[in-house]
């Protein structure tokens, strides 16, 4: 994971997520693996040499109508709810509740007093991604003096504290 404050994940919001893949494929190069989504939608996982780069988010469902087109940041931060306090304190606005993905870990979205709209993200999720050709998106875990292994997403689970 990226250190806290520190720029973890860019995400294009898109209505029409092949017009998106298409451009991005076309004009960088990128490549798209899916991941499914939860509520049965598809969010796609754009590769560069052989490295996830960025996602695409569908916004295409009545639930983010409201949502316009454009590119979300997320931050690392180290707890996603004590940091979304501090934020609300401060003038922040949630724009959804906080919320868990499976697999992924824990995400605020929020507007800051100014406007701009920023994610803050908690994951234990490693920051060297490694595709898994048969199973989608996996992560390579490396980790100092031991040995690096590859992991399918769907594994990688903390299960004493029930976090991501």
């Not at 087109?69 to 724009?95: F, P, Q, T």
């Not at 994951?123 to 040995?147: A, K, M, Y």
Request: proline share 6%; aromatic share 10%.
């Amino acid at each position: 994971m990226a250190a806290h404050g520190h720029f973890h994940w860019n995400e294009r919001c898109a209505r029409d997520v092949e017009q998106a893949k298409t451009f991005y494929s076309e004009t960088i190069g990128w490549t798209f693996q899916p991941m499914a989504m939860g509520d049965g939608a598809t969010y796609w996982v754009a590769m560069q040499g052989g490295q996830p780069v960025a996602g695409i988010f569908p916004t295409n469902r009545p639930e983010f109508a409201s949502v316009p087109d454009g590119w979300m940041s997320y931050l690392a931060v180290d707890n996603v709810d004590a940091r979304a306090k501090k934020a609300e304190a401060a003038g922040a606005k949630l724009m959804r509740p906080i919320f868990d993905v499976p697999n992924v870990g824990r995400i605020a979205i929020l507007t800051e007093p100014g406007g701009a709209a920023v994610g803050w993200m908690y994951t234990r999720l490693p920051t060297s991604f490694l595709p898994q050709e048969d199973q989608g998106v996996g992560f390579r875990i490396e980790r100092s003096g031991e040995e690096t292994s590859d992991v399918d997403v769907g594994r990688i689970r903390n299960s004493e504290a029930g976090e991501y």
